[in-house]
């Protein structure tokens, strides 16, 4: 008898498992269920070459609907996950209709944390998560508006690079004392801010978070906690995000800072796997229990879930890695900073190509690579294998990194 698969969600991790369980070679019934309008579509370009209008929507997608009719995976899109009934193995859909599985995949990815402040439901505010959210903040997206970023996350501040290339007039307010505080080291945020204050962006750190927006149906201003105002035509939130966990949690799964999942995926039901966004996986490369929001991390967990459905083992253990555009820049990450008792830069930020390398003792443990590419790629080996590198050695530009890198590896 055939399996029947059901897939919770339809974003990133959604697509690579169905991509993944037909290349694993499964013959059986794949029902992948998705609550917004599109097929599985990558997000990073919503804040970047989609929200700049340099992509067509078309471009986004994963898979077109060709792969899905091929490879007969059933796609339910507009369509939620209300209720996962685990003692019957069957999901209710907001259609009404009842599914049967033998294996359940929650894919249900994160979704935006919501700030409180007086004003928010104006018209003109918005977050950044979907297509349509990019839709709805078009319109006033032109060249001479006024734009308000709240949060100087990587989502904020390339929507800020976006802008203020486009004309706009821009401005980022921060809560901590510096931007991307979260992702990178102190060299690697004032780096960023100088380049976006160079573009024209006005960067305020330190900013009392209890402002207020003001407007008569479609925001006009903000008004910070000092009494201060400054006029907006759109503001965009951008202070994280929460992993979606809803259905998980009220099935009874284990769930704490996303649904609790093993190396091979399986949560508390051994029928039921989660991947993505969505979950709380260990980690043996790191030695501890990660949740992440990357498209290298849903990729990954995917392949993982497939393969696990299919019966070939593959357990996950991967080096965390994450990119962010700004302007001229690729911003490459690597590793997990935090341990580190020092950071060593290599390169010199003022020609708009560096490194900066976290050590933990004589080990490197992460790495911010900006225009780097050689120094990512070959840092991402040198991580996974635990390597010790010299700190004055790995400064010194007149050694190609690339010798640097074998002699550590060898
Ligand atoms: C603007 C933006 C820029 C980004 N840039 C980068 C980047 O540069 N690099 C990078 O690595 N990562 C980036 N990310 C993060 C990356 O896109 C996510 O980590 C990735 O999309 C996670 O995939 P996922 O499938 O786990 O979750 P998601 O992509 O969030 O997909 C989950 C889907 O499930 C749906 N869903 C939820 N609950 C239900 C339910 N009950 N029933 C049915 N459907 C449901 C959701 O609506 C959603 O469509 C960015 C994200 C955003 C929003």
Known sequence: MSETIIIAGAGH??????????QGGFAGKIIMVGEEPYLPYQRPPLSKKYLAGELELDRLLIRKQK?????????????????????????????????????????????????DLPGVGLAGVHYLRTIDDVRTMQPDFQPGKNLIVIGAGYIGLEVAAVAVTRGMNVTVR??????????????????FEKVHREAGVDIRCNRNPNSELLGDGHVEALRAADGQEFPADLVCIGVGVLPTTDIAAAAGLDCDDGVLVDECCHTSDPRI?????????PNSLLGRRLRLESVHNAQEQAKTA????CGHLKPYAQIPWFWSDQYDLKLQIVGLAGTHDQVVL?????????????????????????????????????????????AEILADESIEFKDLATAALD
Do not use: W
């Not at 991790?13 to 169905?18: R, S």
């Open 346 to 390: 290599r390169g010199n930020p003022d020609d708009r190509s560096f490194a900066a390398f976290y050590m933990e003792g004589d080990r490197l443990i992460a790495v911010d690579a900006i225009n780097r590419a050689r120094e990512f790629m070959l840092s991402k080996k040198l991580i996974a294998q635990g390597a010790r590198l010299d």
């Open 67 to 115: 792969f899905y009719d091929e490879h007969d995976i059933d796609v339910r899109l507009a369509t939620r996950v209300e209720e996962i009934d685990r003692s019957n193995r069957s999901v209710t859909l907001s259609t009404g209709e009842k599914l049967g599985y033998d294996r359940l995949v929650i894919a249900t990815g994160s979704h935006v944390r919501k700030v």
């Open 13 to 22: 991790a959604a697509g690579q498992v169905t991509v993944s369980l037909r």
């Open 174 to 191: 921060e809560m901590a004392d510096r931007v991307m505080n979260r992702v990178v080291c102190p060299e690697v945020s004032a780096f």
């Open 306 to 309: 497939a393969a696990t459905i």
């Open 273 to 281: 796997l989660a991947v993505g966004d969505c979950t709380n996986h």
